[in-house]
């Protein structure tokens, strides 16, 4: 089993569209969450952190539910821009701050 | 630009050659960090350095990879005898690593190698 897991898609939604990813971390020693942005051929950018009181940014909003080991991204009013492969992250900041990805979630947004 | 450089950005070798890829971090950040992306995958870790040490490898890398920051500022990733598989996206990453907090990791714009 992957230590993060994510469904690949392709998401595939009209433009003003909501559209929910999920993700679930196997290793409850996970201590930072983050979700990345990749757009093609190009590298991960970070999206915004993930906090358990959850957080927003914008049209963006995070969700970590610990108990569960599940983390979530929103998007709300998408907009074309935001096609992408969207990349759950984890870290371990007590073992050097490797970056754990998921598979990541592509999304195309379309007209 | 400011940023973390990867150089070159495209490679294409013959199988059974040597490459060496080289990261520049931004400049103070003491972290950095070796990634390796195939096609449909997110990034793997492979190694990381603070400063010019190597405190930790993947076992995806194996022998016929090599890693190295000299002074602490950029670093060089060596892979020998290279194999179809190694074909994949080389990111490089780094970070000011204070104690105790995540840091927030930059990547660069990586290597793609192709090998025939």
């Known amino acids: 089993r992957k230590e993060v897991e994510q469904d690949p898609g392709p998401f595939n939604v009209p433009e003003g569209a909501t559209v929910a990813f999920n993700c679930t971390y196997s290793?409850?020693?996970?201590?930072?969450f983050f979700w990345y942005r990749q757009d093609c051929r190009k590298e991960p950018k970070l999206l915004m952190s993930?906090?358990?009181s959850g957080n927003e940014d914008g049209r963006f909003t995070a969700q970590l539910n610990r108990a569960s080991q599940y983390i979530s991204l929103l998007i709300r009013d998408s907009k074309l821009s935001d096609s992408a492969t969207y990349l759950c992250?984890?870290?371990?900041?007590?073992?050097?701050?490797?970056?754990?990805f998921g598979q990541g979630t592509e999304l195309s947004v379309k007209p | 630009d400011t940023g973390v450089s990867q150089d070159p950005r495209h490679k294409i070798t013959k199988r059974g050659q040597n490459v060496t890829f080289r990261c520049d971090p931004i400049?103070?950040?003491?972290?950095l960090y070796w990634y390796r992306q195939t096609l449909g995958q997110g990034p793997e870790f492979l190694t990381y350095?603070?400063?010019?040490?190597?405190?930790?490898k993947s076992r995806l890398l194996s022998d016929r990879f090599s890693a190295e920051r000299p002074k602490g500022s950029f670093s060089t990733l060596e892979i020998q005898r290279t194999e179809q598989g190694d074909s994949a996206m080389y990111l490089c990453?780094?970070?000011?690593?204070?104690?105790?907090?995540?840091?927030?990791?930059?990547f660069g714009p990586g290597t793609r190698l192709t090998v025939l």
């Open positions: 992250v984890v870290n371990y900041y007590n073992q050097g701050g490797k970056l754990i």
């Open positions: 993930v906090y358990s």
């Open positions: 290793n409850s020693a996970s201590q930072s």
């Open positions: 400049s103070e950040h003491n972290r």
């Open positions: 990453a780094s970070s000011f690593n204070r104690a105790l907090t995540t840091d927030t990791q930059y």
């Open positions: 350095f603070q400063n010019e040490a190597q405190l930790e």
